[in-house]
């Protein structure tokens, strides 16, 4: 019975802490989704409307910026550029790297280990304004403002951490199974057709999620490779509005919610995977 | 007869390198036209004049190094990337780390929170930079302020701390490193949340049963076994932050003034502004060299504080 006080109290103690815990993380969670918000709610607005009507929710929700970012502000160009370069980025750099990784971990030839430790290298190595030479080469190669050219710069990005991932991957598929499809038959393409690729299924899941928002979120060599509105991806096309027209906020506001919607509903679908994969990435690492 | 046959054996391991090597060989191709050029052509441009256009290229020797050991500017620049660094070392990375010991135990809408703190994270630096320079904005029409930051302080009354945030040169790097550090933490915060989460229970109940409170376990069994994963998530800082300059462009631009400038925004004026490709290659060598010396001294540090 006696007992009974000191229990509220250690209980009241515990909700007190477990308070305190939850009004710091949602304090964080406001100031993450708030800014969100705002550009959401900024984007129905006019012009007229949006310096100085300050409310939560505009009186008069304007869906239109969205439809006159599309049309007129390009944004249909731009999204349907950076929906091409994301997909072609990926598949090249999943097809590229595991055949890649594929035979380092698996095939012998002379001067295997020598390419191997290229790619590696490559990653330690930082290489701050690689671009200005990048840029550069492409004119001189004819491939500047041109689509396969900015595809192949963001397929070399992407390639030695895939080519490093795949490998760890497929260096633990069992010889007895790779023995078997040989026996049967297999050649050294159907075996990382139909062993290789299957089993590194995981690792690849993780390539094309970070592969496809680092494509879709990339500025830089968009900026300096692709001069023609037409070629422009998202990120490029937004900075291109803002930069260029006297800026009209509720429109620059709809183009960027153009911009991320479509990485932010990808993200709440595949989150799961994101954080395992990032989770298991940095503790390898 | 043993000769030939010899002869067909080599013939066949010669066909199977050569199957073999055609795996590698667009990896090769692609990462040699793209990389390792590349890598040549910054150095070797490094030692040239040249305006990206004309067909001779000056050769120059060290000269663009010389002028760049006394080039005020680029070690300002130096500086604001440091600064922001040290920002996001501090406060980006205690708050992840608050942030992950707050989810590391049985506690509601956990799933909720990390997808939150990973959201800022997804975004594109572009996106970022344009909705806080939004929120930011100094602007005026009629007495009410734009931006929506100034317009909250008028109307708590707070009007001392109105400010033109991001063209006073005083805050403007600031309000860069805090927005860098809110795109950023969540980076950390997984990684540490993933680290916390493999220390092993055990652990923890032993220095209970020594007597431990929660302070000195954390300091005793907590900090030590997260060393290795805070060293990944220093290194991994330190060399994002360093190298980190779209945001810039999106929340200033690349304005005439200096006082927002990083290294690599110095190397995207001299290569598009001024047109100067060799000092812009000779900058990114002085910069990556430098980049490579703290991760190497990084990494000594960190050997050393695992023998210790």
């Known amino acids: ?285 | 007869m043993s000769s030939a046959q010899s002869k067909t054996l080599s013939g066949h391991l010669l066909k199977d390198y050569l199957s073999s090597f055609s795996f590698i060989l667009p990896a090769v191709a692609i990462f040699v036209g793209f990389y390792i050029i590349p890598f040549y052509e910054i150095f070797n441009l490094s030692l040239h004049d040249w305006n990206g256009i004309s067909a001779g290229k000056t050769f120059v020797g060290l000269e663009n190094f010389q002028e760049l050991m006394g080039d005020v500017i680029w070690w300002r620049s130096m500086w604001n990337a440091t600064y922001i660094t040290l920002i996001a070392l501090t406060f980006q990375n205690i708050l992840a780390f608050a942030l992950a010991l707050a989810c590391n135990r049985a506690i509601h809408f956990k799933g909720f929170y990390r997808l939150v703190f990973f959201l800022p994270p997804v975004l594109s630096e572009i996106v970022v930079g344009i909705i806080w320079r939004w929120i930011l904005n100094s602007g005026v029409q009629g007495n009410e302020n734009i931006g929506l930051l100034n317009y909250l302080l008028n109307a708590v009354g707070l009007h001392d701390l109105i400010h033109n945030w991001l063209s006073d040169p005083n805050t403007a790097l600031t309000c860069i490193a805090v927005v860098h550090s809110w795109k950023g933490f969540g980076w950390g915060f997984i990684i540490l949340l993933a680290g916390l989460q493999t220390i092993d229970r055990r652990l923890y109940e032993a220095a209970q049963v020594d007597g431990a409170n929660s302070w000195s376990t954390f300091w005793n069994v907590t900090i030590p076994m997260m060393l290795p994963v805070i060293m990944v998530v220093v290194v991994l800082t330190i060399l994002g932050s360093m190298q980190s300059f779209v945001l810039i462009l999106s929340m200033v631009g690349q304005g005439l003034v200096y006082h927002t400038e990083v290294p690599v925004t110095r190397i995207l004026s001299a290569m598009t502004v001024t047109q100067r490709y060799g000092y812009a290659c000779a900058q990114g060598v002085m910069f990556g060299l430098i980049l490579v010396m703290v991760s190497f001294i990084i990494k000594k540090l960190s050997d050393r504080m695992k023998q210790a």
């Open chain 1, 1 to 285: 019975m006696s007992g009974s006080p000191f229990f509220n109290k250690y209980r009241l103690w515990r909700w007190f802490k477990s308070g305190v815990v939850h009004v710091f993380l949602m304090t964080v969670t406001l100031t993450c989704l708030f800014p969100l918000f705002w550009m959401v709610r900024s984007s129905l607005m006019t012009q007229e409307t949006v310096f100085v009507d300050k409310a939560i929710f505009p009186a008069v929700w304007h869906f239109q910026n969205y439809w006159v970012a599309w049309t007129e502000g390009h944004f249909g160009i731009y999204f349907l550029n950076s929906l091409v370069y994301t997909v072609f980025v990926v598949i090249g750099i999943v097809l590229i790297s595991s055949l890649a990784a594929f035979a380092f971990s698996r095939l012998h030839f002379p001067g295997k280990n020598f390419f191997f430790y290229m790619f590696v290298a490559a990653m330690m190595i930082p290489l701050p304004g690689s671009f200005v030479p990048l840029v550069v080469l492409m004119n001189k190669y004819h491939l500047g403002n041109t689509r396969i050219g900015y595809i192949l710069c963001m397929i070399n990005v992407g390639l030695p951490l895939s080519i490093l991932l795949l490998k760890t991957f497929f260096d633990k598929i069992p010889s007895d199974l790779e023995d078997a499809a040989r026996i049967d038959g297999c050649s050294k393409l159907g075996i990382w057709r139909h062993i290789a690729l299957p089993f590194a299924r995981p690792a690849i899941a993780v390539i094309v999620i970070f592969s496809s928002l680092s494509v879709w979120n990339e500025y830089i060599l968009a900026m300096l490779l692709l001069n023609d509105q037409s070629l422009m991806p998202l990120q490029r096309g937004v900075m291109y509005f803002a930069g260029s027209h006297s800026v009209d906020y509720p429109l620059l506001m709809a183009s960027l919610t153009i911009a991320a919607t479509p990485i932010v509903l990808i993200y709440l679908v595949i989150q799961k995977h994101i954080i395992r994969g990032l989770s298991s990435g940095a503790i390898v690492g």
